[in-house]
């Protein structure tokens, strides 16, 4: 039986990257890995850039949903809460930055490693390392905004739908 | 008739930002207006990141790609000669960073508008940015390499498939 995911609490979400409810989606899965949030996904030839070579944009895709779903853990984590308690945050990205560094195989799993380097009020640093059969690939870094809030009045958030 | 864009001299690209040979790609289609490289590109909803908001992976893929082909085409107008002649020359991103300053509509056009700012050899860089409804939702830094050149050795070239 697989284990739960940062994803499986996140009900009605459409998003190309993470969204379990996007039938065309990547459907990422994060987990905690101990203090570094891990996502494992295989590509498919059509998210390729060039033959057999993952396209660097899903590339930015995948770190950027996982990094929004470890900054979501992460704060409740810091609450000592579960993430099917209330109230229910959503981070949106801030800034991504990613640098790649080699092509990144096409034809074999990816793993992401994200670590929380700060979190600040609704503000959620983290770097992320993307890896492909034992090599390092790209690193990004990226700022998670918080942008939902269930206990603050929503009225006008352009996030929610 | 619709004008020729970058993406149209790029045979046999499978990419999933820019590749006409990809059924499933996003199929971006890039030109000069002036010095001013645009590309627009109409949303889907499978392409969302919430309900009605563009997912930033696609936002990040959509500029990357749209850079590496404006960088491409900047280098074949630096060499004052046409997209169809060689030497060939192909690019791939060195570090693409994005800033999210507001959300996307998922349900109208973007328009990205790419310019260069340093050509250095086989490296470019440049800006973009995201405007939607006359808002700009994002802009970008991006540094793109040239990894291809047909009149060079290409053994060992692992962009080369």
Not at 94 to 103: E, F, H, I, Q, S
Not at 145 to 151: A, F, H, I, N, Y
């Amino acid at each position: 039986m697989k284990s739960a995911s940062f994803q499986d609490y996140m009900p009605g979400n459409v998003c190309f990257g993470c969204g379990q409810d996007n039938p065309d989606g990547l459907h990422i899965h994060s987990r905690w890995e101990g203090e570094v949030a891990v996502c494992n996904w295989m590509p498919e030839p059509k998210y390729w850039g060039w033959v057999n070579i993952l396209n660097g944009g899903i590339m930015a895709t995948l770190i950027d949903c996982h990094c929004m779903g470890a900054a979501l853990a992460a704060a409740y984590r810091a609450e000592n809460r579960g993430l099917d308690t209330e109230p229910v945050y959503r981070y949106a990205t801030g800034t991504l930055t990613v640098k790649y560094l080699k092509p990144t195989p096409g034809d074999q799993e990816v793993e992401l490693r994200a670590s929380i380097i700060e979190q600040k009020g609704r503000k959620t640093t983290l770097t992320c390392e993307c890896w492909s059969g034992g090599v390092l690939t790209a690193t990004a870094d990226v700022v998670a905004l918080r942008v939902v809030d269930s206990s603050q009045a929503v009225e006008g958030n352009p996030f929610v739908g």
